[in-house]
Nanobody, 125 residues
Framework: QVQLEESGGGLVRAGGSLSLSCTAS???????MGWFRQAPGKEREPVAA????????YYKDSVKGRFTISRGYATNSVSLKMNSLQPEDTAVYYC???????????????????WGKGILVTVST
């Protein structure tokens, strides 16, 4: 069993930066990991993902060039560096993990094996 815990959210002004971190308990070496988000009144959507081997990376189009995902095997964690944040990035961000790569970029993350509890990111104007 894998448990995921997010940290690093908060309030930032538009144009600013935040870094999210997700620490896992349990074996994650064979799991793809990533981030989803859910804005108020909207469905949950995939944001970024990184494969277990780090050979494949996915980004939602609207965050390409602004967000960077990385993972550390020694720390059993995945991070999301977010730059040039905009008000539309405001959402609860969820860490996710699954052995199937397609699941990491699927709409809403249906059938995802593991979820964190989520952490709020608020971008003010």
């Amino acid at each position: 069993q894998v448990q995921l815990e997010e940290s690093g959210g908060g309030l930032v002004r538009a144009g600013g930066s935040l870094s999210l971190s997700c620490t896992a308990s349990g074996r994650t070496n064979d799991l793809h990991m990533g981030w989803f988000r859910q804005a108020p009144g909207k469905e949950r959507e995939p944001v970024a993902a990184i494969s277990w081997s780090r050979s494949s990376i996915y980004y939602k189009d609207s965050v390409k060039g602004r967000f960077t995902i990385s993972r550390g095997y020694a720390t059993n964690s995945v991070s999301l560096k977010m730059n040039s944040l905009q008000p539309e990035d405001t959402a609860v961000y969820y860490c996710a993990a699954d052995p199937r790569w397609a699941t990491m970029s699927s709409a809403t993350g249906l059938n995802m094996d593991y979820w964190g509890k989520g952490i709020l990111v608020t971008v003010s104007t």
